[in-house]
């Protein structure tokens, strides 16, 4: 059984930084690819970032790029997201989610995830 939960989340102003983790168990996260997405409302769900479980390899979303970073905290068993310059764009229930596969930003690909953290950039 795979678990996902993500934590972290909160209103923070404009510019400033936050970090959303994505605990889980040691063997899902040598396993499993681990995918963080956001949906904000009204939208459909998108890919920000995504690590690969067998060889750490990263991808971002264009607008993930230059201000976000995925790391995985092998001390924690957690995937990070630290999400820096925010912007109210930003907003968005964020989400992680586990595939047996290579990492992508196609949430169909992903079969398990979390319970989701609300971000929300705000003055």
């Known amino acids: 059984q795979v678990q996902l939960v993500e934590s972290g989340g909160g209103l923070v102003e404009p510019g400033r930084s936050l970090k959303l983790s994505c605990a889980a168990s040691k063997s899902t996260l040598d396993y499993y690819a681990i995918g963080w997405f956001r949906q904000a409302p009204g939208k459909e769900r998108e890919g920000v970032a995504c690590?690969?479980?067998?060889?750490?390899?990263?991808y971002y979303a264009d607008s993930a790029k230059g201000r976000f970073t995925i790391s995985r905290d092998n001390v924690e068993n957690a995937v990070n997201l630290q999400m820096d310059r925010l912007k109210p764009e930003d907003t968005a229930v964020y989400y992680c989610?586990?595939?047996?596969?290579?990492?992508?930003?196609?949430?169909?690909?992903?079969?398990?995830w979390g319970q989701g953290t609300q971000v929300t950039v705000s003055s």
């Open positions: 989610a586990a595939q047996d596969g290579r990492a992508t930003m196609n949430l169909d690909d992903y079969e398990f």
């Open positions: 690590i690969n479980g067998f060889d750490g390899k990263i």
